[in-house]
């Protein structure tokens, strides 16, 4: 065994390991890496002017912040910059929270290594989380969608109320929206399935919402639910599982999607 074999070893499987998707201007790239949690390690690649802007969105401080961290000050705050320092992240038009930076095309590969060593390093911070209560479904649901949707400019609020066809409002549990389009988002919990999934149905059934812009999130996977819960939802919404990785955010871009962020020159 020699050096050029291992090397080459180990590129082919990163290479047949790593899944692009087009995202906006950019590439959504899924390394053969992952958090502490078992997701794969997931930057955005930005073509910006005569380079590139490598991020990581903001998931690994939005996991501390779903653990119980508060990564705004303190030892946490300490540990991030650490981490976007030793890996060589200059910050550009980075949001709080967010590891990115930006670059020559020619060092595109070094750009994407290091955010994610950074992000992968921020992540091993949750073991300062002080032990909580587990976190609600529909919290889990709105942090997920935050941490996805709020980056690119467009709106997420929480506990959005909608229209009824009687003319009174109820809330569903987020709702993303960019320009004149709007895609509504009701948790369905895993927990107590019937009173959930009726709720969500009672909500979706009376809205003025049209149904191609109302999204159920189901907790868990479709094996985990009823055959005829998923149907009953389906009647009334299309129905994506929390489980299944970037589905519901896919359901999400494709009624609201992204805006195109105008390229630096």
């Not at 000050?73 to 930006?102: C, K, M, Q, W």
């Not at 290091?114 to 390093?121: E, L």
Request: net charge negative; glycine share 8%; with cysteine.
């Amino acid at each position: 065994m020699n050096s050029g074999t291992v090397v080459g070893a180990i590129l082919r499987a990163v290479n047949d390991q790593s899944v692009t998707q087009a995202y906006g201007d950019g590439l959504l790239i899924d390394l053969p890496l992952t958090y502490g949690d078992g997701d794969s390690v997931r930057l955005l690649v930005e073509p910006i002017g005569d380079g590139y802007r490598v991020s990581d969105r903001a998931t690994a401080t939005t996991l501390l912040s779903m653990a119980g961290v508060n990564f705004d000050h303190g030892r946490p705050a300490e540990a991030i910059a650490e981490a976007a320092r030793l890996s060589g992240l200059n910050g550009f038009d980075a949001v709080p929270g967010e590891l990115a930076t930006y670059g020559a095309k020619e060092s595109l590969g070094e750009l994407v290594l290091a955010v994610a060593q950074a992000s992968m390093r921020v992540d091993q911070l949750r073991w300062l989380a002080v032990k909580q209560p587990p976190v609600r479904f529909p919290d889990r649901v709105v942090t997920r969608i935050k941490a996805w949707a709020t980056n690119d400019g467009r709106q997420v609020r929480r506990e959005a109320p909608v229209r009824l066809t009687s003319g009174r409002q109820r809330p569903v549990t987020v709702q993303v929206s960019s320009a004149n389009k709007a895609a509504y988002v009701q948790a369905v919990s895993g927990r107590d399935q019937e009173q959930a999934a009726e709720h969500c149905y009672h909500i979706f059934s009376l809205s003025e919402v049209p149904r191609q812009q109302r999204i159920a999130a189901l907790d868990g996977t479709q094996d985990d639910w009823s055959p005829a819960i998923i149907r009953e939802l389906r009647s009334v919404s299309d129905v994506e599982f929390f489980a299944n990785p970037h589905k519901l955010e896919q359901r999400i871009d494709a009624v609201v999607p992204p805006p195109h962020a105008p390229l630096l020159t």
